[in-house]
C-alpha cells in the first residue's frame, strides 16, 4: 500500500515529422479520478478567456474540400453516360450496440494521498488530545502510509506506548527532537498495529467449541515483540532527549501532562 | 480628580488599534471632536489624521506650536528623548512583556512554571523557617514549639533569566 503520488500532467505530444510545431502547454483541466473534470465548462470559459472571441467574426478561409465521389464515364446505352462512385467504400458493419466505456474507477480510501501538516516531522513533540493517552506530550516517530502518525511516549517517560494516531487529535509543537539517523524498524507498519479482532458471531463461536452465551474478554497484555519493539524505538527518543543541553527540563516536560489555565485560549497560543 | 493628560498639540500617544496599531504618535492638530493630525517622525508614522478613540494618551508632552511641520515635531522629538523615554516607561515596558508572553511555546510556558515552581518552593521554606524562629523566641503567640525547625523543603534558586516573570 504505497502512497500514490499526484499524477504528473500529460507530457505535449512530440513534433510530427520534422516540422516544428509551436510548443503546446500542459491542459489546465484534468480529471480528477472519477470523470469528474477539476474545473467546470464555465470556469473553462473564464480561464481561456472565451469570452473575448465572442461575437467577433473571422473570415474564414475556404477549405480545400477533397473529392469524396468521382465521376465515370460509363459506356453502353441507356445508361446515363457516367456515375458518381464512392471514392470510399462505405463500412458495412453497422454495430448494434454502443460501446461499452470503462470508466475510470472511484480512488478507494486507501489509495488516498495523504497531506500531513507541515509542523509534524519526525521527532516532533506533540500533545495528544483525544483517546486514554489525552493531554500527554508525545514524540512522532514517522507518517505512516495510512495517513496515521505514529508516536511513542516515551513510554518509560509518561507511559504511553507505541501507537497510531489521527492527525487531528494532536497538536504539533515547536519543540523538535533530533533523532539523527534513527531508522523505523521495516516491520512497524500499519498491519503491525492492526487490532486482531476475534469474531463475536455466535456461528463462529459455536464452531470453535465456545460457550455462545458468555462474553469473555482477556485484558491486554502486549506480546513479547512489542516490548522488545518499544524497548528498541525508545531507546533511540530517550537518546535524542540525552543529547540536549537542557535535558533535565525537556524530560520533565516529557513527563508533564498538557492542560489549560484560566485565560488560556488554544487559538491564541503558541505551541 | 481633574483629568491630566488632553488632547493637545505635542502630546504623545500610543496608537491602539487599527494598522499603526502599538506605534508612538505625536498630536499636531486637533481637527475635530473625534479625529486629530498625528505625525511620528521618531517612529515611522507618516503625519496624517487618526480618530482620537484610537488613541491613548500617555503621560508625555512635546513642546511645539500647533500644526508644527514634520520638521518641528522631528526636532522636538529628538530634542526631548522621547523614544529613550519611551522605552524606561513602565507602560511601554509592560507591553514588552506581554509581547514577550504571547510569543512563548508550550515548552517555555513549560519552563516558567517549573521555575516558578522552584521559587515558590524556596519562599517557602524560608517563611516557615521564619516563623518557626519567631514562634520559638515568643514573638508570635504559640506555645508549644516544635524542638526540630521545619523541614527544609528544596532551596535551590530559580534560574535568574526568566523573560517575563511575574
Known sequence: ?271 | MPFERYVEPGRVALVADGKLKGKLVSIVDVIDQTRALVDGPGSGVPRQQIRLNQLHLTKFRLSYSFTAPTRVVRKAWSDAKLNEKWADSQWSKNLANKEKRAQMTDFDRFKLTSARVKRNRARTAVFKSMKAKAARSGAFGKKKVPKTPAKKVRTKKAPAAKPAKK
Open chain 1, 1 to 271: 500500500m504505497a502512497p500514490p503520488q499526484p499524477k504528473a500532467a500529460a507530457k505535449p505530444a512530440a513534433p510530427v515529422g520534422g516540422v516544428q510545431k509551436a510548443k503546446l502547454g500542459k491542459p489546465r483541466n484534468y480529471d480528477l479520478g472519477n470523470g469528474v473534470m477539476r474545473f467546470s465548462k464555465s470556469k473553462m470559459f473564464h480561464k481561456k478567456a472565451k469570452y473575448k472571441f465572442i461575437g467577433k467574426k473571422h473570415p474564414k478561409a475556404p477549405k480545400a474540400t477533397k473529392p469524396t465521389v468521382v465521376v465515370k464515364p460509363i459506356g453502353g446505352e441507356k445508361n446515363g453516360g457516367t456515375r458518381t462512385v464512392l471514392l470510399r467504400r462505405r463500412t458495412a458493419f453497422y454495430p448494434t450496440q454502443d460501446k461499452i466505456k470503462s470508466k475510470p474507477h472511484h480512488k478507494t480510501f486507501s489509495k488516498h494521498v495523504r497531506r500531513t501538516r507541515p509542523s509534524l516531522t519526525p521527532g516532533t513533540v506533540c500533545i495528544l488530545l483525544a483517546g486514554r493517552h489525552a493531554g500527554k506530550r508525545v514524540v512522532l516517530l514517522a507518517v505512516l502510509p495510512s495517513g496515521l502518525l505514529l508516536v511513542t511516549g516515551p513510554f518509560a517517560y509518561n507511559s504511553c506506548p507505541l501507537r497510531r494516531v489521527p492527525q487531528r487529535f494532536v497538536i504539533g509543537t515547536s519543540t523538535k527532537l533530533d533523532l539523527g539517523a534513527f531508522q523505523l524498524p521495516a516491520h512497524l507498519d500499519d498491519a503491525y498495529f492492526k487490532k486482531n479482532k476475534k469474531s463475536a458471531k455466535r456461528s463462529v463461536k459455536r464452531k470453535e467449541g465456545e460457550d455462545i452465551f458468555v462474553s469473555k474478554k482477556a485484558p491486554y497484555a502486549p506480546s513479547e515483540q512489542r516490548k522488545a519493539d518499544q524497548k528498541l524505538v525508545d531507546a533511540a527518543v530517550t537518546a535524542a532527549v540525552r543529547a540536549r543541553a537542557d535535558r533535565k527540563l525537556l524530560r520533565g516536560y516529557l513527563r508533564a501532562a498538557f492542560g489549560l489555565r484560566s485565560s488560556h485560549f488554544p487559538h491564541r497560543l503558541r505551541f
